[in-house]
């Protein structure tokens, strides 16, 4: 039986994954599927493969935020590139994200984090980043912060971040239909299609 949605898996400190964050509840309006928003930490998994993989590779992140650049503007979407980067505190991020997902606030504070980092060049993981998007949402920075960093917390993103590495999963953004995996932001239509079709088809995305 196919899963009734898609798996969004992301970690705050990828840049592709700005694009996904940016335009997925649009997507989900015109295609009428779920997505679940799963934050984990990628740093764990890279480094274990020892893959970064665009520090210190000046060619290679060039073409990324010009990259980055073009389907942003292909979206509709801001992107002041480039950004802050590497987000040296995603793991704060990402806590955040997991707290956020749990009390049914994190989409919101995962995209406000998203904007302050592309539009306002606030890297993701600092302040005032931090507290900037959660006042946003309208969460009181503090006492976030304090719950992100409990061990509690600490735990859900360790499980989640184990849930992508036993998934396969080596890259952020990626999308998961069952155990079917897509990796970036490009490969987003390609997974509707396989939600509904069992394949890849063209004009996946309507209804």
């Known amino acids: 039986m196919a899963p009734d949605h898609i798996d969004f898996w992301f970690t705050m400190g990828s840049t592709y994954s700005y694009l996904s964050a940016m335009r997925l509840p649009e997507v989900e309006r015109a295609s009428g599927i779920r997505f679940r928003w799963r934050p984990f930490h990628l740093l764990v998994i890279l480094q274990e493969m020892k893959h970064v993989p665009f520090a210190d590779k000046p060619t290679k992140s060039a073409y990324m935020w010009r990259d980055i650049e073009r389907r942003a503007a292909r979206y509709g979407i801001p992107a002041k590139v480039p950004a802050p980067y590497p987000a040296k505190a ?4 990402n806590l955040v994200a997991v707290l956020g997902m749990r009390e049914g606030w994190g989409v919101e504070f995962v995209r406000a984090a998203y904007r302050h980092w592309f539009v306002l060049g606030q890297e993701t993981g600092s302040e005032p980043n931090l507290s900037e998007s ?3 949402i309208g969460r009181d920075p503090a006492q976030v912060l304090a719950a992100a960093d409990s061990a509690q917390t ?6 989640e971040t184990d849930a992508a590495r036993e998934l396969g999963i080596f890259g952020s953004p990626t999308f998961t239909v069952g155990r079917e995996l897509f990796w970036g932001d490009d490969r987003l239509e ?3 299609s396989w939600h509904r079709h069992g394949a890849v088809q063209a004009g996946a995305v309507s209804r």
């Open 90 to 93: 995603s793991i704060t991020a």
């Open 134 to 136: 959660l006042r946003e």
């Open 154 to 159: 600490r735990e859900a993103l360790a499980a």
């Open 190 to 192: 390609d997974a509707i």
